[in-house]
């Protein structure tokens, strides 16, 4: 775990890049970490961080790729261009919530 | 008036939980009922060994009432829905079971229909899976007749349940093609939507290790998006291609259909949310849930359903006393993993810990962690027995504990 500054404030990470605390996002934050993967955060980028962090704030999990195709408005295949490799994984820690479940 | 206690599932979970339960309360005290679709018990890590000739499904499917101690009722049916409100749960063929404490052990349900093209051209003639018995036995054909060419090992996607069975497949692909001698002819493939070959970095780095020794070639970050049977190709969402002549693949999971049409049971995929250590859903206090159906950020595996079972076999007791919750379930995960030629490895991790390195205490002595042996492979073997003698019937094993041992394991500072 260590502690970074991004865009002036200082936020926590684990090992991979995850924010530990969710409430220490904010969109520059977000834009930050977008960059580092090489992204810069589009209108359709920014609706589907915005949908897995509202999930994950309301119900405590981030949702999982399927149901982000499903339920964001975005389809699969357009998540994998937004976001290449692993879309809810990139997403999810654009959105500074933790790792997604699918993966254990 | 006894209570009554309702397990939707009579698998793994809810065989072992009826029956811990029948030993906690007698007949006056409390009725134990089980809904299972039908009276086929599949020992599923069985699975695994169908297609190389290694096991018959006769060895490993028992009739399931007979799992069972006296004074279990067992009802055949289709869960149709539950009414949370109104206590009740309604079967297909009519029947209404109200409960006390309702628990869901319905495990997973197979989707390869999900997946365009998967149940096209060539599904269960040049594509299977061995996660359920057709396909176990189908491929089994299918290998016999095989005499070269690339086999494809696939996830489509997690969660799945037992995330070692393909690797184990694909270790026991290669021993099988050694043993037939057309080895050099076969290339085995193993693509998987991880970026590792598991998702834990120790563990995927000894796996990793270990497919390279058997010339196992490793695709990772490919999440299936399209099958291409007639073709002989699968293609990821980002457009990526892998051949095949022969595919092996685990289609995608989601929870049973009755926990999505029961509003607020399920989350998205059809998992039931529970509190990851007591066991007790989120949506109401006197549903439970274990096993595959749970939705805990853990593996989803046999052992975990196990421990799993005790705590939540205690957790009942206190919930219809009054008393405070136990805690106390962590997690524990306990697998073999089989790497062919009469070997295997074990690893053994919790919520916190990964599978790490060392020895793990056991009633036959220590066992290798992370590291192939023969002892390892009896242990799985022996596993069987077990299964149908002692956790099934609800004994403790002798020497494993729901919660994960620590001494033994050798904690690396560098991943800790
Ligand atoms: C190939 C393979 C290899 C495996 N190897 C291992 C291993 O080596 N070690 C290990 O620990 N685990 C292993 N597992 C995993 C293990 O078998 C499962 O994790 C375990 O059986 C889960 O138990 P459960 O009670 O949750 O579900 P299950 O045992 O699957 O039981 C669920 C039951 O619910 C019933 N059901 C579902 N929906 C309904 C409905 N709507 N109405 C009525 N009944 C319904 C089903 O018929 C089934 O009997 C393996 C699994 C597979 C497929």
Redesign the interface.
């Known amino acids: 775990m260590t502690t970074t500054e991004i865009a002036g404030t200082p936020v926590e990470r684990d090992a991979e890049g995850f924010l530990v605390d969710p409430s220490q996002w904010t969109r520059e934050v977000a834009e930050e970490i977008a960059r580092e993967n090489g992204i810069e955060l589009t209108p359709a980028h920014w609706q589907v961080v915005q949908f897995m962090r509202n999930r994950y704030l309301e119900t405590g999990s981030a949702p999982s790729i399927r149901s982000l195709g499903k339920e964001s408005g975005v389809p699969i295949k357009e998540l994998y261009q937004l976001f290449p490799k692993g879309p809810a994984k990139l997403a999810a820690k654009i959105g500074g919530i933790p790792k997604p479940r699918g993966c254990i | 008036m006894p209570q009554r206690i309702v397990i939707l599932g009579g698998g793994t979970g809810g065989t072992m939980v009826a029956n811990r339960l029948r030993r906690v309360y007698s007949a006056s005290e409390a009725t134990i009922s089980v809904v299972d679709r039908d009276d086929r018990h599949v020992y599923q890590p069985g699975l695994l060994f169908v297609p190389f000739g290694l096991a018959r499904v006769e060895d490993i499917v028992r009739p399931r009432r007979r799992q069972f101690r006296r004074d279990v009722n067992f009802y055949e049916s289709e869960v149709e829905q539950v009414d949370l409100d109104e206590h009740r749960v309604e079967l297909a063929d009519g029947t209404r079971l109200p409960y006390d404490v309702l628990i869901v052990a319905t495990g997973v349900r197979l989707q390869p229909e999900?997946t365009e093209g998967l149940t096209g051209d060539g599904w269960r003639e040049r594509m299977f899976t061995f996660y359920d018995v057709p396909g176990a036995e189908q491929l089994a054909a299918a290998l016999e007749r095989f005499d070269g060419g690339r086999l494809v090992v696939n996830i489509v996607?997690?969660?799945i349940k037992c995330?070692v069975a393909p690797l184990e497949f694909a270790f026991l692909a290669d021993a099988y093609f050694t043993e037939r001698g057309i080895r050099a002819d076969v290339d085995i493939a193993y693509v998987t939507p991880?970026?590792a070959a598991f998702?834990k970095p120790v563990a995927a780095e000894r796996l990793a290790g270990l497919l390279e020794e058997k010339h196992i070639e490793l695709v990772t970050?490919f999440?299936v998006?399209e099958v291409d049977g007639a073709g002989g190709k699968i293609v990821?969402?980002?457009e990526r291609e892998e051949p095949f002549d022969l595919l092996v693949t685990v289609p995608?999971h989601a929870g049973a259909g009755y926990v999505s049409r029961t509003e607020g049971l399920g989350?998205?995929?059809g998992f039931v949310?529970v509190d990851p250590h007591t066991l007790q859903s989120r949506v109401r206090p006197n549903v439970f849930a274990l096993g595959d159906a749970a939705?805990v950020?853990?593996?989803k595996a046999g052992s975990v359903t196990h421990f799993e079972g005790e705590v939540l076999t205690e957790n009942v007791r206190r919930f219809l006393a009054g008393e405070e919750l136990d805690a106390s379930y962590d997690g524990h995960a306990n697998c073999f993993i089989e790497t062919g030629f009469g070997k295997a490895l074990l690893i053994d991790f919790n919520y916190e810990t990964e599978p790490l390195p060392g020895r793990f205490p056991s009633a036959v002595g220590p066992l290798p962690l992370l590291k192939e042996s023969r002892l390892n492979h009896l242990g799985k073997l022996m596993f069987q027995w077990l299964y149908w003698h002692a956790l099934l019937p609800g004994r403790d094993l002798p020497g494993i504990s729901a919660q994960m041992p620590s001494h033994g394991k050798e904690h690396h500072p560098e991943h800790v």
């Open positions: 999900e996607d997690l969660p995330p991880l970026d998702t970050e999440s998006g990821s969402w980002d995608l989350d998205d995929l949310p939705g950020p853990i593996s």
